[in-house]
């Protein structure tokens, strides 16, 4: 069973870092890519960013794009969001993917405000 676990979200100040966690179970991580999503209130899920099981960042989102990034750990089979230099807009809950199996992890809000 596919499971993906969400951590280190919270509350931050416009300008502040934090780096979220995927932890994945369930399936061969290593060699599958894996991805970030987010979803503002009122508004429709978007992709963040992607990783493919070799490690290459592909489709990071332009409203990230010098800020946020992604990477993994086979060995703890976990993927991470490293988001720094955080705007207001940034607030959303942040959702791991794994697209082979099109499963989802339960979520975790980023607030950015002062």
């Known amino acids: 069973q596919v499971q993906l676990v969400e951590s280190g979200g919270g509350l931050v100040q416009p300008g502040g870092s934090l780096r979220l966690s995927c932890a994945a179970s369930?399936?061969?991580?290593?060699?599958?890519?894996m991805s970030w999503y987010r979803q503002a209130p009122g508004k429709e899920r978007e992709l963040v960013a992607t990783?493919?099981?070799?490690?290459?960042?592909?489709n990071i989102a332009d409203s990230v794009k010098g800020r946020f990034t992604i990477s993994r750990d086979n060995a703890k089979n976990t993927v991470y969001l490293q988001m720094n230099s955080l705007k207001p807009e940034d607030t959303a809950v942040y959702y791991c993917?794994?697209?082979?199996?099109?499963?989802w992890g339960q979520g975790t809000q980023v607030t950015v405000s002062s």
């Open positions: 369930g399936f061969a991580f290593r060699g599958k890519t």
């Open positions: 993917y794994a697209p082979a199996y099109g499963s």
């Open positions: 990783m493919t099981s070799s490690g290459s960042m592909i």
